[in-house]
């Protein structure tokens, strides 16, 4: 059995100019321990931990600025929409989007793809038009599109894998045609790691001219993402993934595409005008932002992504293609070890299972050595029937994730082997 610290990788600091024990420093709560042991916190696909600077944001928010939005006359109301404007002009700037009116703040990646499957897909789908998907989506890029498709009269299409994780891109292409209205796409899969050519989808979709939504969950932690070079119709993200809180996301289009779409939801902030017999619409993006919005939570996104680019994108993904590169190798050592999501293209994900024992279990003893990785289905259950397994076991890393906490993770396996043997 190797010890769990036995060092048989440079440290990153040698290799990289990224010291991630200094980055470490920033996020409190890595600081705890569980079962009295110090956290290895490799849940971060479900949802990552938060640094500092997040935090600050939203206390001093709470502290000094606490108002309603876009409302009032009075200092408080006026500087609580600059800082929650200002957030929006960040998450624009981060994406790299034409204008500050495209982005559109929803409660994360879920409610950003049913915004668009009911405001543009109600309008756009009708009886006979097909939607096409891939094998490897989050339950929220499946379930809203069969509720479209049933309401619409149409037909639900799913692009294959190979077993390695990767879309067959020519089979995908077959799917395409004057049918086509849409194609919703994940960028990184949450299950596999694998990272989708989404610029060539959006190519092949637009020939037909079908409209391409990327959902940049698991991307926008990870990459750079450009939405204009990508050319994708529609972005959605949460910020709890990417190092901010949760109840806050994004919703990216371009403007003429939102501009000629219906609202989603109607109520307060959305309107310009009222009256019994019409209502005017707002301007964008409030037209699609009914309610008091998640001030709090926009403010706290717009600190995490400001964090990211003060680290730097591209360090962030040098550490982690290392963490991925090592972590891999020392699973595979593992006897009876199986990796499920082996992309050429691939970020921070190792989903597994291992001969003759229930990924629960393996969640439930790595728990005990401190260790914290989610089991089960994942929200992918067509994919994890594509592999043929009922669940697996993923470690899924993030930018403060170490080489140490690689091998732990391996040590801890070989321990639940010989509890298992
Ligand atoms: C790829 C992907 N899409 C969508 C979602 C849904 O995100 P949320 O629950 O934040 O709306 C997730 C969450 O795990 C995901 O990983």
């Known amino acids: 059995m190797t010890a769990a610290n036995t060092v048989r990788w440079p440290q990153p600091t040698a290799q990289t100019d990224f010291d991630v024990y200094k980055a470490r420093a920033e996020f409190p709560i890595l600081r705890r321990k569980v079962h009295d042991r110090p956290i290895v916190y490799l849940d971060n696909a479900a949802t990552t931990q938060k ?3 997040v935090i600050d944001a939203i206390v001093r928010y709470y502290t000094t600025e606490n108002a309603n939005v876009h409302r009032g006359v009075h200092a408080l109301s006026e500087q609580a929409t600059e800082s929650y404007e200002q957030a929006r002009v960040t998450v624009q700037r981060f994406l790299n989007a034409a204008e500050a009116c495209e982005i559109v703040f929803v409660r994360g990646t879920t409610e950003g793809i049913n915004l668009v499957a009911q405001a543009w897909g109600r309008t756009h789908v009708g009886r006979g038009d097909e939607i096409v998907i891939s094998t490897m989506e989050h339950h929220s890029n499946i379930v809203p599109w069969q509720i479209l498709c049933e309401q619409q009269g ?31 796409i994940v960028h990184v899969s949450n299950a596999l790691g694998t990272v989708n050519p989404v610029r060539k989808i959006v190519e092949m979709a637009h020939r037909w001219n079908a409209r391409v939504l990327v959902d940049g969950a698991q991307a926008i932690p990870h990459m750079a993402v450009d939405v204009r070079a990508l050319d994708c ?8 993934k990417v190092y901010g809180p949760t109840g806050i996301g994004v919703l990216h289009s371009k403007a003429e595409l939102l501009d000629a779409m219906p ?19 707002n301007r964008l993006p409030y ?22 680019n003060a680290i730097g994108r591209d360090r962030i993904a040098r550490h982690e293609r290392q963490l991925l590169a090592y972590g891999t190798e020392r699973l595979q050592e593992i006897p009876g070890l199986r990796l499920i999501g082996t992309a ?3 970020t921070g994900v190792l989903s597994f299972v291992v001969e003759g024992i229930h990924p629960h279990d393996i969640g439930t003893i790595l728990d005990r050595e401190g260790i914290a990785i989610r089991t089960g289905h994942h929200c992918a259950q067509p ?6 397994v009922p669940a697996t076991a993923r470690a899924s890393l993030a930018l403060y994730n170490t080489m140490e906490e690689m091998d732990a993770l391996a040590a801890a396996l070989h321990k639940v082997r010989e509890v298992f043997a």
């Open 51 to 53: 640094p500092q600077a």
């Open 154 to 184: 149409a037909r639900l299409r799913v692009a294959p894998i190979n077993d390695n994780g990767e879309l067959l891109l020519d089979e995908f292409e077959k799917l395409l045609g004057p049918k086509t209205k849409l194609v919703s």
């Open 233 to 240: 119709d529609f972005y959605v993200f949460s910020g709890h």
């Open 263 to 281: 609202p989603y939801q109607g109520g307060g902030d959305m309107i310009s005008s009222v009256t019994f017999e019409k209502t005017l619409y």
């Open 287 to 308: 037209k699609f932002e009914a309610g008091t919005p998640h001030v709090s939570g926009a403010i706290g996104l717009g600190a995490a992504l400001a964090y990211l």
């Open 344 to 346: 050429r293209e691939k």
């Open 383 to 388: 994919l994890m029937q594509r592999f043929g």
